[in-house]
Nanobody, 123 residues
Framework: QVQLVESGGGLVQAGGSLRLSCAAS????????MGWFRQAPGKEREFVAA????????YYADSVKGRFTISRDNAKNTVYLQMNSLKPEDTAVYYC????????????????WGQGTQVTVSS
């Protein structure tokens, strides 16, 4: 069982930056691949970024590639999402998730979810 708690969301102007954190409980955090997803009002939850258990491989949605960076610190049981050059279309609730798979790129591949943190980008 893994419990996930996101933090770091907020209101930022277009072009600004935010860093989201996701703290995980449990002693087996390092055995899970982690992902970030987002859901805007009236839209389906979509993949943003993922990282393997070791941190050796990362994956990004085309819409955030080059602007967002996912990383993890297994000693701190935490995964991060650094978001730069934010755009109004990045506005959404951001969720972190954990999967027992080597990596997951879709909602259905994840076993555990956090409660989400709101990111709002003003134009």
């Amino acid at each position: 069982q893994v419990q996930l708690v996101e933090s770091g969301g907020g209101l930022v102007q277009a072009g600004g930056s935010l860093r989201l954190s996701c703290a995980a409980s449990g002693r087996t955090f390092s055995s899970y691949a982690m992902g970030w997803f987002r859901q805007a009002p009236g839209k389906e939850r979509e993949f943003v970024a993922a990282i393997t258990w070791s941190g050796g491989r990362t994956y990004y949605a085309d819409s955030v590639k080059g602007r967002f960076t996912i990383s993890r610190d297994n000693a701190k049981n935490t995964v991060y999402l650094q978001m730069n050059s934010l755009k109004p279309e990045d506005t959404a609730v951001y969720y972190c998730a954990a999967t027992r798979l080597r990596v997951g790129l879709s909602v259905s591949e994840y076993d555990y979810w956090g409660q989400g943190t709101q990111v709002t980008v003003s134009s």
